[in-house]
């Protein structure tokens, strides 16, 4: 599979000119991107109150030869909205935007990075029915199982609303989706498995060689686009670092394009954000930036990236390039945007004596206390159902309550005709080992 007219990448940079460093102007930016000989600036966009301003950068894009690539990433509330109603907001927002820049911008990219927030975490429960290990970090997503299957159906449902929306209003339209890189290939097995449909296969890079992960998305038959990628931390270890390290990523870009269809890449980013010190988010510009005594910001020299990627691209002949003019592919005939249900067996038996004690994280307590208690482990749904309410109220002791007046607790402990000084003592052997 190859890029239909490219001689070179399409090469592009990233910028936040709707939230980010007042005083420096749409046309200040797009003139930047311009010159390095980028075609495309991708922004972010989260609401329908930047649509005004979408629609000048739009403009003001065209007048330089600069197409504009929104992430559309929606201001949602993953941990408290229910599923329907977080595919209800997505769609509405996607509806809303595409159709009304479905002649000037054919490709939007859906979502950012989504799948972090599903990741499996230190001590929740797997679909298996096996509690992930305590002493271990956020799983590497380089497997299905290593996203936590609540809140996956979260993700799931906003990504389904951001590409159903846009295939209704034009089917033609490029939809790019993905993950933010590292080990999360098997986010997007989770998104076949759920029917969701795109075109283009996202992928982010901070370091290191990414073959091994364009070799997995070759296999996925769409055409990739790196949307974001920089040194590691930008220039936060010295600018030359940061201009070296650019042009052996840019390179190695190049040699990738042809046999794993690589088709854009766009750096992240255009300006510093110095705002964000001394996180390495203050570092990753192209640009320095510098507060004025007005509270705005003004550029502040260019870094030698800035000089080292423009010669990179130049020497590449990356003109001939548009983001509509490459690789078209297509969802398999069968794939329809239903979400998949996680097969997740019935009981699962458990052991006080293997728990690990020394991790005090929700996740565990809520474990502790349904084999306390009930004695099996929760569904992954009912660890985070209620992870999700001692976020609210901390304290464990709701949680005990519910499980203690449940029908499951009283089916099985509880029978006909106990007393007061029964109920009580069943208690104290419950919950503390012993009679009272």
């Not at 001590?123 to 997503?141: F, L």
């Not at 038959?221 to 201009?243: K, M």
Request: aromatic share 10%; with cysteine.
């Amino acid at each position: 599979m190859t890029a239909s007219c490219a001689a070179d990448l399409l090469w592009g940079v990233n910028g936040h000119p709707f939230t980010a460093y007042p005083g420096i102007s749409i046309e200040q930016q797009l003139d930047y991107v311009r010159d390095l000989g980028m075609k495309s600036y991708r922004v972010n966009i989260s609401s329908l109150d930047s649509a005004t301003k979408l629609a000048e950068l739009v403009k003001a894009g065209k007048e330089r030869g600069v197409e504009i690539l929104p992430v559309i990433i929606p201001d949602l509330d993953l941990d408290n909205e229910s599923v329907d109603d977080l595919y209800a907001q997505a769609y509405h927002l996607a509806s809303t935007l595409v159709s009304r820049f479905k002649d000037d911008i054919r490709v939007w990219e859906l979502g950012n990075e989504m799948e972090n927030y599903a990741i499996l975490m230190p001590c929740e429960m797997r679909d298996s029915g096996i509690q992930y290990n305590c002493s271990w970090g956020p799983a590497s997503g380089t497997e299905t199982s290593h996203y936590f299957s609540p809140r996956w159906a979260k993700v799931s449902s906003v990504l389904r609303g951001l590409s159903d929306a846009t295939i209704a209003v034009d089917p033609t339209i490029r939809k790019a989706m993905g993950t933010a890189g590292w080990g999360h290939r098997a986010a997007f097995t989770r998104m076949l498995q759920d029917g969701i449909r795109w075109d283009i296969s996202v992928w982010h890079l901070y370091g290191g060689d990414p073959e091994e992960a364009f070799k997995f998305l070759a296999t996925l038959g769409r055409p990739i686009w790196l949307t974001e990628f920089n040194h590691a931390g930008g220039s936060q270890e010295g600018e030359s670092q940061q201009a070296d390290g650019l042009v052996q990523m840019m390179t190695l870009l190049r040699r990738y394009q042809s046999p794993y269809g690589l088709e854009a890449a766009h750096l992240y980013e255009l300006l510093d954000e110095p705002y964000w010190a001394p996180s390495y988010e203050a570092f990753m510009g192209l640009v320095r930036l510098k507060k004025r005594g007005d509270g705005l910001w003004a550029p502040s020299g260019r870094k030698p990236a800035y000089d080292a990627v423009k010669k990179t691209i130049a020497n590449g002949n990356a003109g001939s390039n548009s983001p509509t003019a490459s690789m078209k592919s297509s969802p398999p005939a069968d794939q329809t945007s239903v979400p998949r249900v996680p097969s997740i067996s019935g009981s699962h038996p458990c052991s006080l004596d293997a728990f690990d004690k020394s991790v005090f994280n929700h996740a565990n307590q809520i474990a502790y206390a349904y084999c306390l208690i009930l004695r099996r482990m929760p569904s992954p749904a009912e660890q985070w159902r209620e992870v999700v309410a001692m976020k609210k109220d901390p304290s464990i002791f709701p949680t005990l309550t519910k499980m203690l007046l449940s029908v499951e607790f009283r089916t099985d402990n509880q029978p006909v005709g106990l007393g007061n000084a029964q109920f009580v003592a069943l208690l104290y052997r419950t919950l503390l080992g012993r009679e009272p």
